[in-house]
């Protein structure tokens, strides 16, 4: 069964950690185990499989409460949180290449060697300059690899039309966002109270989302979100730092 990571009150990788272990109701923590003979010898109905641990009260109370998420649905239901959220509206995105950037009439142009970097508003840039004139904020984080996959240098070079608009993208190597810790799936924060977490197919195709405001999932996310931006580069400076690598 595949563990999720939920959240850790340690710094430098140094446990405690808890995981989820998904398809079930248990948790798996960890932290140093309990050595103290005279605490031992207190434990009650031991069995032989078990060992035993401590872990801050803090770490439970952060990250193990439970709010049941919703199930897979599709993007276009939960498409109106763009308009009617608040305040923020923040993106992580992990994946190497999506199937939708694949499919445009931008990827072929771009594939023809055309300027694909200043392309007039669409649905979604106009929807964003429209929110960010009442103050909202749009941002995001794309992990990138090394070199750049075709999708990730097609997304560094359209990143233009999106700045322009207000939808503020910067970029982050993914050996850096795995030193950080960072979560390997994608997902929209919404007034850092709403998780998004998308659900691909192979083809990395959006199947949808799963919506959850589960305290310990969000304040994850929170805490991804802050150390993603606080370490990623604008895109126009990483655009930069690639050309140079060429």
């Not at 992990?143 to 322009?164: H, I, K, Y």
Request: some cysteine; glycine content about 6%.
């Amino acid at each position: 069964m595949t563990l999720r990571f939920l959240g850790t009150t340690s710094d430098g990788g140094d446990c405690p950690t808890l995981y989820e272990i998904e398809g079930t109701d248990e948790i798996l923590v960890q932290g140093d185990r309990e050595t103290d003979p005279a605490h031992l010898v207190q434990l009650r109905d031991v069995k032989p499989s078990e060992t035993f641990v401590r872990v801050p009260r803090d770490l439970l109370t952060r990250f193990a409460p439970r709010h049941e998420p919703t199930g897979v649905i599709p993007f276009v239901q939960v498409a109106h949180v763009f308009s009617d959220f608040k305040h923020t509206a923040w993106r992580l995105e992990t994946r190497r290449g999506y199937a939708t950037d694949r499919r445009s009439e931008a990827w072929a142009r771009w594939h023809a060697g055309e300027d694909v970097a200043h392309d007039e508003p669409d649905a979604w840039r106009r929807n964003v300059a429209e929110q960010t004139a009442q103050g909202k904020t749009f941002g995001r984080v794309r992990l990138v690899d090394d070199p750049p996959t075709e999708g990730q240098r097609f997304l560094l070079t359209r990143a233009p039309s999106n700045v322009a608009v207000g939808d503020e993208i910067r970029y982050l190597w993914r050996s850096d966002a795995e030193r950080l810790g960072l979560p390997d799936f994608d997902f929209w924060l919404i007034d850092s109270r709403t998780l998004l977490r998308f659900v691909f197919d192979g083809d990395d195709a959006t199947l949808g989302v799963i919506r959850s405001e589960d305290p310990a999932e969000v304040l994850a996310a929170c805490q991804a979100r802050d150390a993603a931006w606080h370490h990623a580069i604008p895109a126009v400076d990483f655009a930069e730092q690639v050309r140079s690598m060429v």
